[in-house]
């Protein structure tokens, strides 16, 4: 399973930015896609996931009402589409997976960094 993730930037406060991470290497029926963030100097943070099957999506409540994950089964892809970003939200974002069998999130793609400016 490869990911890579894409879409990082320098926004203002207040701004959006979408970020992206296409999968691929197998077919992902029952598995869940997840987002995490690591701030400088800070251990890395669960962000969200989604349920490649359902479409069904958890967020931590830092997140909650300004963060989307959605998927796109055609393009393999899964989104974060942040909004209403503040500079709290400036870090390094990865995208994971894992089957819905397992505990812990196996494949890990390389991060892409938000910075947001005040």
């Known amino acids: 399973v490869q990911l890579q993730a894409s879409g990082g930037g320098s926004v203002q406060a207040g701004g959006s930015l979408r970020l992206s991470c296409a999968a691929s290497?197998?077919?992902?029926?029952?598995?869940?896609m997840g987002w995490f963030r690591q701030a400088p100097g800070k251990d890395r943070d669960y962000v969200g996931h989604?349920?490649?099957?359902?479409?069904?999506?958890v967020y931590v409540d830092s997140v909650k009402g300004r963060f989307t994950i959605s998927r796109d089964h055609a393009k393999n892809t899964v989104y974060l589409q942040m909004a209403s970003l503040s500079p709290d939200d400036t870090a390094v974002y990865y995208c994971?997976?894992?089957?819905?069998?397992?505990?812990?999130?196996?494949?890990w793609g390389p991060g892409t960094l938000v910075t947001v400016s005040s």
């Open positions: 290497g197998r077919t992902f029926s029952n598995w869940y």
């Open positions: 994971a997976a894992k089957s819905s069998a397992e505990r812990d999130w196996r494949y």
């Open positions: 989604i349920s490649w099957n359902t479409g069904r999506t």
